[in-house]
């Protein structure tokens, strides 16, 4: 069987990603979402934790072993150098889990939502690219009033990550996520339809080629 149509799900912290990622979850797709594979990868007893721990020491855990996902994303954003060396870590690991549950898969397409797609290059791995995008100080405004961050830290965050055009760069579809909830529902609904066909044709062509 042809594995399925990737759909690239990205956009910058507090852009609406995870609302987007559950309207097409209530629509039947198959959401992937690396940012429960980064917890999973790093449960207690894997090999990763205990890579994690060697570098960045016992500080970094929880009271019942597990890690401590707060302190552990207050160092990295504040060092670039940390937050690399976080990285190396774990995306080997979270790129395994993402092939080994779109092979799991048989529906049409399937939605893999990552966070960090712009910054490590992901996107070649995907045959589509969808972002949600709102404005820089949208997502200051939610990071503020969701996380309860701190302005200084939440605008750290910001910078943290890929520049709103480096992502849009990537994009074969752009979301637009400032207006109200039965927007987003209608534009999702759109997209849906669009991948079916897409992932239809796609499907077809890859028959084909092995009949060849």
């Not at 759909?7 to 629509?27: P, Y």
């Not at 996902?69 to 976080?86: G, I, K, S």
């Not at 709102?134 to 302005?151: I, Y």
């Not at 996520?177 to 039965?182: D, K």
Request: hydrophobic share 45%; with cysteine.
């Amino acid at each position: 069987m042809t594995a399925p149509f990737r759909i690239g799900l990205t956009g910058g912290i507090a852009s609406g990603k995870s609302t987007v990622a559950l309207l097409f979850a209530e629509l039947g797709v198959p959401v992937i979402d690396t940012d429960q594979l980064a917890r999973d990868v790093v449960a207690p007893g894997t090999p990763v934790l205990t890579q994690v721990i060697e570098k960045f020491g016992i500080s970094v855990l929880l009271a019942d072993g597990s890690l401590n996902r707060t302190e552990l994303r207050r160092r990295v954003f504040q060092d670039p150098e940390q937050r690399l060396l976080l990285e190396q870590l774990l995306h080997p690991a979270i790129r395994l889990a993402v092939e080994a549950a779109v092979a799991a898969s048989t529906a049409p397409y399937v939605l893999i939502a990552i966070p960090l797609l712009a910054e490590t290059g992901g996107s070649a791995q995907c045959d589509r690219v969808l972002v949600v995008d709102c404005p820089p100080e949208v997502q200051l405004q939610r990071l503020l009033t969701r996380d309860s961050e701190t302005k200084a830290q939440a605008e750290r965050m910001i910078a943290a990550q890929a520049s709103r055009s480096s992502r849009l760069a990537i994009a074969d579809d752009v979301l637009q996520n400032t207006g109200s909830t039965r927007e987003l529902e209608t534009a999702v609904l759109g997209l849906h339809a669009r991948y079916l066909a897409l992932a239809a044709r796609h499907q077809v062509a890859a028959t084909t080629a092995a009949t060849r």
